[in-house]
């Protein structure tokens, strides 16, 4: 519909151009016959332009107006006689062009969206603080401080005996309990005449063995109703003048298991002394 509205107007435009150029002038024709011929005004001839599409402007409704036109009278044709008829005049109806009288067609221009470019938002940038040169630690070794160690009391000395006694082995003994041993030297010599105590439950049974030649002693309780009763003895080398002991004491405990030749009872101790 718009462009149907488009050519119209330009039909128009160029209507109004071939009516400017082809405006017809009078005929004039001379003949016999004294009075004037009418002549028809040939009507105009309208040729359709195909233009490209165009804006269209806001065209009006044209209507058609009907003018008489007088036929011209020739300036060399004799007057015609008094009671020559007038020649009738003959009306033409020339079409006004559609748009006539409108004035030339205008193009609104149609509105479109405008729009306004913004400057691009420029976020202000962090500003970066000038580095600070921080001085790196300082360490200061220190001395390492020196605990002092506890200090001990003095050793308490042990007045030096001059014997050392040693428990040996046990042997089995079905006959009864013993006690035995050797008395020697740091070279091994055997020590005659050294008394050896031994203590029956920390009870002392008559004078204490004294060792022989060989460095040997013994304290038998053989025969007895007790011998194979499980006793407890306490053995020491001792002064035969005054008693005192003069080695360390040798504990031991007897039993009455497994006493056949061969077993493992406790009836027979054996218990030696080295003099320091």
């Given amino acids: 519909m718009f462009r149907?509205?488009?050519?119209?107007?330009?039909?128009?435009?160029?209507?109004?151009?071939?009516?400017g150029a082809c405006t017809p002038e009078p005929l004039?024709?001379?003949?016999?016959?004294?009075?004037?011929?009418?002549?028809?005004?040939?009507?105009?001839?309208?040729?359709?332009?195909a233009l490209l599409p165009s804006v269209p402007p806001t065209s009006p409704t044209a209507t058609a107006t009907r003018t008489r036109t007088p036929s011209p009278t020739p300036d060399d044709t004799p007057t015609p006689e008094e009671d020559a008829p007038t020649?009738?005049?003959?009306?033409?109806?020339?079409?006004?062009?559609?748009?006539?009288?409108?004035?030339?067609?205008?193009?609104?221009p149609t509105p479109r969206a405008t729009s306004t470019a913004q400057p691009p938002t420029v976020e202000p940038s962090a500003t970066r603080a000038p580095p600070t040169n921080t001085p790196p630690p300082t360490?200061?070794?220190?001395?390492?401080?020196?605990?002092?160690?506890?200090?001990?009391?003095?050793?308490?000395?042990?007045?030096?005996?001059?014997?050392?006694?040693t428990f040996v082995a046990w042997e089995p003994n079905c006959a009864?309990?013993?006690?035995?041993?050797?008395?020697?030297?740091?070279?091994?010599?055997?020590?005659?005449?050294?008394?050896?105590?031994?203590?029956?439950?920390?009870?002392?049974?008559g004078g204490p063995p004294v060792t022989n030649g060989a460095g040997e002693y013994e304290l038998n309780r053989f025969g007895t109703s007790d011998s194979m009763t499980p006793t407890d003895y306490s053995v020491a080398v001792v002064d035969?003048?005054?008693?005192?002991?003069?080695?360390?004491?040798?504990?031991?405990?007897?039993?009455?298991?497994?006493?056949?030749?061969?077993?493992?009872?406790?009836?027979?101790?054996?218990?030696?002394?080295?003099r320091n």
């Fill in 4 to 19: 149907g509205k488009v050519e119209a107007v330009v039909v128009l435009l160029l209507v109004l151009m071939a009516l």
């Fill in 28 to 49: 004039i024709t001379t003949g016999p016959d004294p009075r004037a011929t009418g002549t028809r005004t040939p009507k105009p001839t309208f040729t359709t332009v």
């Fill in 87 to 108: 020649p009738e005049e003959e009306s033409t109806e020339v079409p006004t062009p559609l748009g006539a009288g409108l004035g030339t067609p205008t193009r609104s």
């Fill in 139 to 165: 360490f200061t070794l220190s001395p390492p401080t020196e605990t002092p160690s506890p200090t001990l009391p003095p050793a308490t000395s042990t007045p030096s005996q001059p014997f050392m006694g």
């Fill in 176 to 205: 009864g309990t013993q006690i035995k041993g050797r008395v020697t030297d740091g070279a091994g010599n055997p020590l005659g005449g050294v008394p050896v105590r031994v203590l029956i439950f920390n009870q002392q049974f």
């Fill in 240 to 274: 035969g003048s005054t008693g005192a002991v003069l080695s360390n004491v040798i504990n031991v405990s007897t039993d009455s298991n497994n006493c056949s030749p061969g077993g493992n009872g406790h009836q027979i101790a054996i218990i030696n002394f080295v």
